[in-house]
């Protein structure tokens, strides 16, 4: 047997590969992300692409597994809200090749606008979900997952977290096997996958059976793993909150459950009737235990000690159980003796400029997903609301619907290329066809920037990087019926804010496009080459020490303390200083300096 270190994603690409998996899908969202591009870049026999939303996404691969085929479709939790349309009548027309959907959740908000649990989608849904704890279960669960959806004749899902995403841990490889589904379509089918009320009523019956066969599988599942011990506690949980929980209190009896809807109620009594004291250990909701109250079953500790909100760790399961203390492992460095490092935009990002021109201009900012969010820290503070993708476009409109026309020049809405072809499209569609009289930015970086540079429509090149068609957003713009459309160089803060004021004045839809301005760590833009000078420096001869330039949170400009006084005999308690290994030369700090005292350095 040969084996790999993997991270969880890559091991759920590596099993879906060796589930004979022929098409994949996906949006960009962490923790989700890697699973798509390890398709992309290590698997060349699995048609791979980046859909510009979640709702597409599941919509090709549900396609390619109605044609027969084996597919998958990946996202975050807030992704699977989106594609939840497709996905709540899929569970009632079934698949033909196996379908797996993976949902990777983010307790604890590492990098998402909530945090929410998507076994409720499940239950909902009334579709099969697994849930792995390690890579190899994220291997061996995907491959499995598979064989549950052509079995049952239903989409799956794959549900993972934050810490088994990115986790590694040791995988058992092996070969590929292709599916003994035949592909091909068949229009005498169209009773099954025709959604229309008489049909629907049909498939609602089989959705009904599909679960009562589905809960009596769960009963004999063999990753749901019985661990009898001592008996006076019984622990039922999964993934990896079983992990930490077994860390901690070895000692005690587990019910793992590999399968987590429908739950394997036959298992669960049994379980039960083993130990004297049943603890839930789950992370976020309830879920487990609701179900478990509601088969009559006693329990002693659930939700009323373990945490509902934000990440488990062994250090909060053996808090809240009151078990022996925790023996933290030994590390040379204490969290807390290392620098802060609070999120910034990068050194020469062009949403910085942007957004310390709305700023100036005292603009409310609807905002959206993406790198830019981080300009509602402080100094900044230019992004007044981020809900969901492209939910920004729609709320200006709507604040300016109420407000009236005495807010002109007062409200944007702000959102990346990337958020804009998601689900920015529409919501400006609607501003044209209702006669709005909104403003639009779009911060067109040409890439998907927070989650890692992966490709979009805009962008000019598919998941495997190559040259296909890029969409052009004025041309997109003018087809929607916006005739303002305007395009700005953020870079240029005096002419950027001259064109937002005049078109935010404006009595009409209007749409400005940040030009020539790619994310500064895509190197394949070359963005540093528009520059004029390599960095700055500061002429402490001329700085007086008013800390303007401190205001755009670059964070190559640094405050450095100390009485002295300019060339002309202005006293000052200290200079701003700025680290040349870090500045990229893109001169915003100059701009903003009242007294000329940032200038090009010399090698």
Request: some cysteine; glycine content about 8%.
């Amino acid at each position: 047997m040969k084996k790999e270190i993997m991270q969880g994603n890559a091991a759920i690409a590596r099993g879906a590969w060796e589930a004979g998996l022929k098409v994949a899908a996906a949006y960009p969202g962490t923790p989700s992300s890697e699973i798509l591009r390890e398709f992309a870049e290590n698997y060349p026999d699995i048609y791979a692409e980046w859909a510009p939303n979640e709702k597409v996404a599941v919509e090709v691969a549900s396609g390619a597994a109605i044609a027969g085929v084996r597919a998958m479709a990946s996202m975050k939790h807030v992704g699977l809200n989106v594609a939840a349309d497709p996905l709540m009548t899929l569970s009632y027309t079934g698949i033909k090749g196996g379908f797996v959907i993976v949902v990777a959740d983010d307790p604890n908000v590492h990098s998402s606008q909530n945090e929410q649990d998507s076994r409720n989608w499940a239950r909902f849904g009334k579709v099969p979900m697994l849930e792995p704890g390690d890579a190899q279960e994220c291997k061996d669960f995907t491959k499995i997952a598979f064989e549950i959806s052509e079995q049952f004749d239903t989409p799956v899902l794959l549900r993972t977290e934050t810490r088994v995403a990115h986790s590694d841990s040791p995988v058992v490889l092996e070969d590929r096997v292709e599916s003994k589904v035949v592909p091909g379509l068949d229009p005498k089918e169209a009773p099954k996958y025709v959604m229309v009320p008489v049909n629907v009523r049909v498939r609602r019956k089989a959705v009904e059976e599909k679960m009562k066969k589905l809960s009596e599988y769960a009963d004999t599942f063999k990753y749901n793993i019985m661990e009898i011990n001592d008996t006076s506690v019984g622990v039922i949980s999964s993934g990896v909150s079983y992990l930490y929980t077994k860390e901690v209190f070895p000692e005690w009896s587990y019910l793992k459950l590999g399968m987590v809807w429908p739950l394997p109620k036959k298992l669960i009594a049994e379980f039960a009737k083993k130990v004297k004291k049943i603890v839930i250990v789950e992370e976020l909701d309830p879920f487990f235990e609701t179900e478990i109250r509601a088969m009559g079953i006693k329990i002693w500790h659930g939700k009323d000690v373990i945490p509902n909100m934000y990440e488990l760790s062994p250090e909060i399961v053996e808090k809240a159980l009151k078990g022996k203390k925790y023996k933290e492992p030994k590390i040379r460095v204490k969290p807390e003796d290392l620098p802060r490092r609070p999120p910034n935009l990068c050194a020469g990002c062009s949403h910085r400029p942007l957004f310390y021109a709305l700023k100036k201009l005292g603009a409310f900012v609807f905002g959206d997903i993406g790198c830019y969010t981080l300009a509602t820290a402080p100094p900044l503070q230019a992004l007044h609301t981020t809900i969901c993708m492209g939910a920004g476009v729609g709320q200006a409109h709507g604040a300016m619907k109420a407000l009236g026309k005495d807010w002109l020049g007062k409200v944007v809405a702000v959102l990346g290329d990337s958020t804009f072809l998601h689900s920015g499209v529409t919501p400006l569609m609607d501003i044209v066809y209702n006669k709005g009289n909104s403003t639009t930015i779009i911060l067109d970086n040409r890439i998907t920037g927070m989650t890692g540079h992966q490709e979009h429509a805009g962008t000019g090149f598919t998941a495997r990087q190559e040259p296909t068609n890029m969409v052009d957003y004025a041309e997109l713009g003018k087809a929607l019926g916006v005739k303002s459309i305007r395009y700005v160089d953020p870079y240029n803060i005096k002419e950027t804010m001259d064109i937002i004021k005049e078109e935010m004045n404006k009595d009409e839809p209007s749409l400005i496009i940040c030009k020539d301005s790619p994310c500064m760590l895509l190197r394949r833009a070359k963005p540093l080459e528009r520059f004029k000078y390599p960095f700055y420096v500061v002429d402490t001869d001329k700085c007086r020490g008013c800390k303007m330039c401190l205001e755009i949170n670059c964070p190559a400009i640094s405050w450095r303390e100390g009485e002295g006084q300019t060339k002309d005999g202005h006293k000052r308690k200290g200079t701003a200083f700025i680290n040349k290994d870090q500045c990229v030369g893109c001169e915003v700090c100059a701009q903003v300096c009242k007294f000329d005292a940032i200038v090009p350095g010399t090698k």
